[in-house]
């Protein structure tokens, strides 16, 4: 197994300097794991509208989200123009798209210490229309990585009755996501996917009020699993599969095989934790994607 990667052909200013104490995650170490994981994760965030997470000291200091194109990013940064919601008025978005969806871009916003890439759920080309429906399943603390578990296999199977297949993503955190794609071109604007999820979580809640939760209430959170179902309408996003989380120890927002958190599965007690620092011991997985099927998943949802 190799013991270094390969650096990207760009220039850092200060590529030394550590991002994240706990891990010793340094910015160049940062470019050169965007730069190797970019042929699995652009395919999920290029061609949408983007929003990054900065954090020019690492996650212990201020971080903050920028979305729109401005003089502070590196050269070759693409831009899409996308209406306001109230005002109707274009603005600049980021986003990588034909010539900047390239590894060497990528990497190269490793320079503003970019921790987290968020992309839109619908693509540049049809903004209106997401093709992606995410359910983010977020709990308190308390709870064991099994009952999280369930939880997602609780919706898999739900969705399943409705001929949806489903994907799924750890956060990089303490929840999954649950991902439904809709290909090969979806129908169903916005506010019809929201009403759709806010609908699909309500009946979760309402057949088990005890374990889950689908108000934005952390005081009624304690020993319940939070359904965001909020990732579901226009200008939300939601973090990117293989993104870093801005938060000690850098962690990234994994991919997984539904079998790996099946009874038998790795995971099926023991939360996954897989980081930027140690990227080259699970390298390997790449070699085979979870998520190589969501492309070719032809399925659409019905507004009934």
Not at 32 to 42: I, Q, R, T
Not at 63 to 86: S, W
Request: proline share 10%; with cysteine.
């Amino acid at each position: 197994m190799a013991t270094k990667l390969e650096h990207p052909p760009i220039r850092l200013t200060h590529p030394d300097k550590i991002l994240d104490a706990a891990s010793g995650l340094t910015k160049q170490a940062l470019a050169d794991y965007y730069y190797a994981v970019a042929p699995f994760m652009l395919p999920h965030i290029a061609g949408r509208p983007l929003s990054i997470v900065r954090c020019p000291d690492g996650p212990a200091r201020q971080c903050f989200f920028q979305k729109h194109v401005n003089a502070t990013l590196p050269p070759g940064i693409g831009t899409v123009m996308v209406a306001d919601k109230k005002t109707r008025t274009p603005e600049p978005y980021i986003t990588l798209s034909g010539d900047s969806a390239k590894p060497t871009i990528l990497a190269s916003l490793a320079q503003l210490g970019m921790l987290e890439v968020h992309p839109w759920g619908s693509c540049n080309n049809d903004l209106e229309h997401p093709d992606r429906l995410i359910f983010d399943l977020d709990p308190d603390e308390s709870l064991p990585w099994s009952t999280v578990v369930a939880a997602a296999h609780e919706l898999r199977d739900r969705l399943k009755k409705l001929k949806l297949t489903s994907f799924l993503k750890t956060t990089g955190g303490k929840g999954l996501h649950v991902v439904v794609p809709f290909t090969p071109s979806p129908k169903l604007a916005w506010p019809e996917v929201k009403d759709f999820a806010h609908k699909f979580v309500l009946a979760v809640e309402r057949d088990h009020p005890a374990l889950y939760l689908t108000k934005m209430s952390k005081a009624a959170r304690a020993g319940k699993i939070y359904l965001d179902y909020l990732r579901n309408e226009r200008g939300a996003t939601a973090v990117a599969p293989y993104s870093p989380r801005a938060r000690a120890g850098v962690h990234v927002s994994m991919p997984l095989a539904w079998s790996e958190i099946a009874p038998s599965g790795h995971f099926a007690t023991t939360r996954p934790a897989f980081s930027v620092a140690n990227f080259l011991s699970w390298r390997p997985r790449l070699k085979k994607d979870p998520w190589k099927a969501l492309p070719e998943t032809n399925q659409q949802l019905n507004e009934s």
